[in-house]
């Protein structure tokens, strides 16, 4: 594993450092390199060296026994203050606490006092070895709010992000209230709180419940939102997607149309952040000024939402700068811009930024190379990915429900001269306390997958994410994997962790103040509710030619489903192409489906490289690669046919089956 992070590494730096190159001939901004942020064409640093990290699991009440009524006895909590079945991360409250997600179990039958602390639930935990007044690092927040103080609500408190006066969290699609008091005051009673639903109302007449948000996010600026819409297929030749939204958080304290018809936020004047007369997704656009050529335009690409930059001016999602290779971006509201943070052929999903917008977190693969049998050869632009391959990716993050992310430490200036970022759950850089030893154990153990999401503290020295364990027939040889599971080492084999990793060397910052948002995106498409779900434009069918930034060509024909709502092959030829000037492609390639949105995607590739670095990338014939879309939805990777990619001399396969 060693030898290939290093010819990783060797392949990142040197694709990267072309790059610069040849953006710095172009010229600084968008035009220019964009593996490098936005108005940084010159004066970039050195990287940074690896900085001392500790780590340590943080407490959570005991597991419970069962699921049974009345198996957290005082036997196993003698404090009553309930027994759980797992956990999940929020965000940091102060610099000292963090928001977590507890899923209690075993509690006894009401009246008991300890009756309140059953389902999932808002609580947080004490840093440092603190407690709260009744002797425990954590206390639940949510368990004993009285029903009409919570009418409404969901009974679901991931992710949680709190405002910042102290007194309002978003967690779930819920804000939780404790109005006068801060969430931390002993005033911050059960009774003082209030659970209010967030409401995206979707019908023309404001009837019915909310529409259905995926990561809802809250903005730095503490009164805008963004979310994720799922685009469901209407018809069998309409693809699965989703949409960012942007939108107003604005409470209503007496609704009088929609559903709940009590206290609750309504969110307003929304934009999509997506632009309705360009092909979505995607940086290619048909040359208006001669549309028998492609041209790139590095702006209005998304993708999926993900968060937003520290001071909230962008927001945050995935996108494919190289071919099949989803990197984190960063889509500036005013302007729309588009930069790209990172580069790495490894994928990337979850990421988070730190206050003052000078670092990020990514939950990524990068420490292996899961991956390169389908995105690790340099230098081709993503044309195929005009047509939708997630199934092929969803191949190298996990195994059934197994994650493989790890969490990565990564500077605003991204990948560069060696550098890729820093690995932060490793014993290499600084103390690991762990509440037992041995495989299932460690706080650097492979074996646990790290999940969305991860956070900074306001000051930027702490990080907090968590973990699950795999169940044993996600390991082993079976499904590819040489490591077997043993049982977990948590108390009561819990399989899941809350862990805190401390930048020791850092000195706390002041975050910076942020600069309230408008209300409506330009280059966005405003949403009115009751408007359809938008058929997103694509590059019609035609034949076309993109030419590398440095020298060559790419060939490109591509085809329409029969009803012309989506695409149904691309394939392309490469004479001579090169974006960076030092790694030339040739070859050819495809993707196609049955013409459905449904349909199993097959693959053929027969390209070359040479130049700085030397390799090809094939797959078998005459039936090509071929994977199902539903293995996104299914993680079930069983595809048909084999893709390799050969670069500088190493064979990269796909996965095995699972």
């Not at 405002?163 to 209230?177: C, H, K, M, T, Y």
């Not at 759950?425 to 999940?451: E, F």
């Not at 209300?519 to 779900?533: H, V």
Request: proline share 10%; net charge negative.
């Amino acid at each position: 594993m060693a030898q290939a992070r290093g010819q990783h590494l060797r392949w990142l730096v040197g694709v990267l450092a072309a790059a610069l190159l040849f953006g710095a001939c172009e010229g600084s901004g968008s035009s220019g390199d964009p593996a490098r942020p936005s108005g940084q064409a010159v004066g970039i640093p050195a990287p940074p060296k690896p900085e001392p990290i500790d780590l340590v699991e943080l407490p959570v009440p005991p597991t419970a026994p069962s699921a049974d009524e009345g198996s957290c006895t005082p036997a196993v909590n003698p404090r009553g203050t309930g027994c759980i079945a797992s956990v999940s991360a929020g965000n940091f409250l102060d610099n000292d606490t963090v928001l977590a997600t507890f899923t209690y179990a075993g509690a006894p039958a009401a009246p008991a006092p300890a009756s309140i602390y059953t389902g999932s639930q808002l609580a947080m935990i004490k840093t440092g070895g603190v407690t709260f007044p009744g002797g425990d690092a954590w206390k639940c927040i949510t368990c004993g709010i009285p029903a009409e103080n919570r009418a409404g609500a969901s009974s679901q408190f991931d992710w949680a992000q709190p405002f910042r006066n102290g007194s309002r969290i978003l967690a779930g699609n819920n804000i939780v209230d404790c109005g006068q008091h801060r969430i931390l005051d002993p005033g911050c009673t059960p009774e003082a709180l209030h659970v209010y639903p967030v409401r995206w109302g979707t019908t023309a007449d404001e009837s019915g419940g909310s529409g259905m948000m995926i990561g809802l996010k809250l903005n730095p600026d503490n009164v805008h939102v963004g979310w994720n819409r799922v685009i469901f297929p209407a018809t069998a030749d309409d693809m699965f997607g989703e949409l960012a939204y942007y939108g107003t958080l604005t409470f209503n304290p007496n609704p009088s149309t929609g559903e709940p018809r009590t206290p609750r936020y309504d969110i307003t004047n929304i934009t999509g952040l997506y632009s309705s007369d360009e092909p979505f997704g995607t940086f290619l656009r048909v040359d208006p000024a001669n549309p028998a050529q492609l041209v790139r335009k590095q702006a209005h690409t998304l993708g999926e939402f993900k968060g937003w930059t520290g001071d909230g001016q962008s927001a945050l999602g995935i996108a494919n700068f190289q071919s099949a290779n989803l990197d984190h971006v960063a889509t500036n509201l005013t302007t729309g811009e588009t930069r790209r943070i990172d580069g790495d052929p490894g994928y990337s999903d979850p990421i988070s930024s730190s206050a003052d917008g000078k670092w990020s977190l990514e939950m990524d693969v990068r420490y292996q190379d899961r991956f390169y049998f389908l995105t690790g050869l340099p230098g081709v632009p993503p044309i195929t990915d005009l047509l939708p391959t997630g199934a092929a990716i969803s191949a190298g993050y996990n195994i059934h429900d197994r994650r493989l992310f790890q969490p990565f430490l990564i500077d605003q200036y991204g990948p560069r001269d060696g550098y890729n970022g820093q690995q932060i759950n490793t014993c290499r850089t600084g103390s690991c306390s762990t509440l037992a030893a041995g495989p299932g154990s460690g706080a650097d153990d492979p074996l646990w997958g790290s999940r969305a999401d991860s956070a900074f503290s306001p000051d930027g020295t702490k990080i907090t994410y968590w973990q699950a364990y795999p169940s044993a027939e996600n390991c082993g040889p079976a499904v590819g994997d040489p490591a077997t599971c043993p049982p977990s080492s948590e108390p009561g084999g819990r399989t899941s962790r809350l862990m805190l990793a401390e930048l020791t060397s850092r000195t706390p910052q002041k975050p910076p103040a942020v600069s309230p948002l408008p209300d409506t995106i330009p280059w966005g498409t405003p949403y009115q509710a009751g408007d359809p779900a938008p058929a997103l434009p694509h590059i019609p069918a035609g034949d076309y030619t993109l030419k590398g930034k440095a020298s060559g060509r790419a060939a490109v024909k591509i085809a329409e489903n029969a009803t012309k709502t989506g695409l149904a092959s691309i394939s392309v030829t490469y004479t001579d192409f090169s974006d960076d000037g030092v790694n030339t492609v040739n070859g050819t390639e495809s993707v196609q489906n049955a013409g459905t949105g449904g349909s199993d995607i097959t693959f053929h590739a027969n390209l070359t490289l040479t130049g700085q670095h030397t390799g090809t990338k094939r797959t078998s014939e005459p039936g090509g690669y071929t994977v199902s879309p539903r293995s996104v939805i299914t993680n079930i990777y069983k595809p048909t046919g084999t893709m390799t990619t050969v670069l500088d001399g190493r064979a990269y396969h796909q996965p095995k089956p699972y």
